[in-house]
């Protein structure tokens, strides 16, 4: 009963590399969410998706992909990683109400 | 002009005191307002939201909101040190925006034992 579960929870990866981060949540929940943490920048979305195969950008989508062929799946694929793309990476899924709850996070560094 | 701003801090208070975060939004239409709190390298944890004007406490955090001054505030009494986080403001500006969550930057608070 993890709830929502992000792997790998650590990935250094080098540049023009596609690496893909996963998120994974028990919740049945049909609003998924991923954003980005940079410090100087706070909590940025990057794609959102309100149910299987549908899915929409948020503030920052350049260079990122996603999918989502199940509900309880959100991956998220940067296509060619940059080093502009070093963040930590959180995967978040909403309740009824407009809570959002948050995995534990990959800290991704691109070399 | 940021659509979400919290004092900047780092806010520091001693253990037992009220510790205070303010957050103001651009969005006057902005419907549910949130905060979460993030342990240094852990992920944010909601602690509470407030869809109404007014006060609404739990526990030994009250949060307050005021749509007309759009602004929305965390207390907490009898800060510990297990208190000490960074505190984000998240609020829903509800519309076409729908189920998007805008965050502040983040307000760092230490309760010093």
């Known amino acids: 009963d993890a709830g929502i579960t992000q792997s790998p929870r650590y990935k250094i990866t080098e540049t023009g590399r596609q690496v893909t981060l996963m998120c994974h949540q028990t919740?049945?929940?049909?609003?998924m969410f991923w954003y980005r943490q940079d410090l100087g920048h706070g909590l940025r979305l990057i794609y959102y998706?309100?149910?299987?195969?549908?899915?929409d950008k948020g503030e920052v989508p350049d260079g990122y992909v996603v999918s989502r062929s199940k509900t309880e799946n959100f991956p998220l694929t940067l296509e060619s990683a940059t080093r502009s793309q070093t963040s930590v990476y959180f995967c978040?899924?909403?309740?009824?109400?407009?809570?959002?709850?948050f995995g534990p996070g990959t800290r991704l560094t691109v070399t | 002009q940021k659509e979400v701003e919290q004092n900047s801090g780092p806010l520091s208070v001693p253990e037992g005191a009220i510790a205070s975060l303010n957050c103001t939004y651009s969005?006057?239409?902005?419907?549910?307002f949130f905060w979460y709190r993030q342990y240094s390298g852990k992920s944010p944890e909601l602690i509470m939201f407030?869809?109404?004007?007014g006060d609404k406490e739990d526990g030994r955090f009250t949060a307050q909101l005021n749509k007309a001054s759009q602004y929305v505030s965390l207390l907490i009494r009898d800060s510990q040190p297990s208190d000490s986080a960074t505190y984000l403001c998240?609020?829903?500006?509800?519309?076409?925006?729908?189920?998007?969550?805008?965050f502040g930057e983040g307000t760092q608070l230490t309760v010093n034992p």
């Open positions: 978040a899924s909403r309740s009824r109400g407009y809570e959002q709850y």
């Open positions: 998706s309100a149910a299987a195969d549908i899915t």
């Open positions: 407030i869809y109404s004007n």
């Open positions: 998240a609020v829903n500006k509800g519309g076409t925006s729908g189920s998007r969550l805008t």
């Open positions: 919740w049945s929940h049909s609003y």
């Open positions: 969005d006057r239409g902005s419907q549910s």
